[in-house]
């Protein structure tokens, strides 16, 4: 890190608006609307939606260690419109050919709901790798340990580093793609942008350029807060021999148990969001240290992508935002 980004503007306030790299784009989401910019060889192409939420027609859907789970969920579905929609505007010779797959869903159900359908298929493939990467495998790999280590916090323990080392080695590997090493500089775009706006700075690159591509309240930090908040509510759900130590049951204990963590690790991230002291910082440095992988310092194209979407999502009452 560099002393220039060392010394960011201090915030005078903590902002709810936050955002997700895209190719070539990003996505802003504020407390009522949400933008998304991305820079073609035309100039910015901006959509831009009002948002609803599903606690506004079922409340019980906002109640806290709910809400993470909801939330989780919409953030993963929405990521991947995004996605989608941001890599539809790759000039024609950078995108892909439609998969065999893509053009039967177009013709079976037409274009419209074979969007929704790929969409789904996304997040459902996703979200499986994930679990199976970072939750089943550790938890098969550490009952192999249960012939050698008799405590279940230890081994727990154990599973907790597996899963911690799993994913660690992943974003490593990935960074070192081209076209994800691009992504993580419009996610260091994205943070640096937060921060100008809220250190109630102008929205200018200049003033961007500037502040601190590491941020506490980055979704890195919720992934970590994910993993140790599952060393804690798996431990307290061991016990001795019978079904504990059959594999399959252990992942079925864990699958059952995801929406518990999940439900957890929001409201944790949700209160170090909107405090300052020696619990938050701890909860927020292992994200802002995996911030050093996962973002990169942008360039000047790449800010003003950012500060155009911000510009579209602040809302109009100052001070609504706040988290």
């Known amino acids: 890190m560099n002393e220039r980004n060392e010394q960011a503007s201090c915030p005078t306030f903590r902002t709810s608006i936050g955002g997700q790299a895209l190719i070539e784009g990003i996505l802003m989401r504020g407390p009522k609307k949400q933008a998304i910019v991305v820079r073609t060889k035309d100039g910015l192409l901006k959509q831009e939606r009002e948002l609803t939420f599903l606690k506004d027609r079922y409340p019980v859907l906002g109640w806290p260690f709910i809400r993470g789970t909801v939330n989780f969920i919409g953030s993963m579905v929405n990521g991947v419109k995004a996605l989608l929609w941001s890599a539809e505007q790759l000039p024609e010779e950078e995108q892909e050919e439609p998969s065999k797959f893509d053009r039967w869903l177009e013709k079976r159900f037409g274009v419209e709901k074979a969007e929704k359908l790929i969409v789904g298929f996304a997040v459902i493939l996703g979200a499986a790798i994930a679990i199976g990467l ?91 807060i994910v993993m140790i908040t599952s060393i804690l509510v798996f431990s307290l759900v061991s016990w001795q021999g019978g079904l504990w130590t059959n594999p399959f049951f252990r992942v079925l204990i864990r699958l059952a148990l995801l929406p518990v963590v999940v439900g957890i690790s929001y409201e944790i991230i949700k209160y170090a969001g909107g405090h300052d002291n020696l619990f938050t ?35 109009e009452e100052r001070g609504s935002d706040k988290w």
């Open 281 to 315: 910082k701890i909860a927020s440095a292992p994200g802002k240290a995996l911030q050093h992988i996962t973002t990169a310092e942008p360039d000047d194209d790449m800010l003003e992508v950012a500060i155009a979407a911000m510009e579209a999502v602040i809302p």
């Open 134 to 224: 970072f939750i089943l495998l550790p938890a098969v790999l550490a009952t192999l340990l249960m012939g050698v280590i008799r405590s279940n916090f230890a081994v727990n323990l154990c599973e907790g580093l597996l899963r911690i080392a799993i994913f660690l080695g992943y974003m490593v590997s990935v960074s070192r793609m081209k076209d994800i090493r691009r992504l993580w500089m419009y996610h260091g775009a994205e943070h640096k942008t937060i921060f100008c706006y809220e250190a109630g700075l102008p929205l200018t690159v200049d003033n961007c350029r500037r502040q601190s591509r590491f941020h506490p309240r980055c979704g890195t930090s919720f992934l970590f």
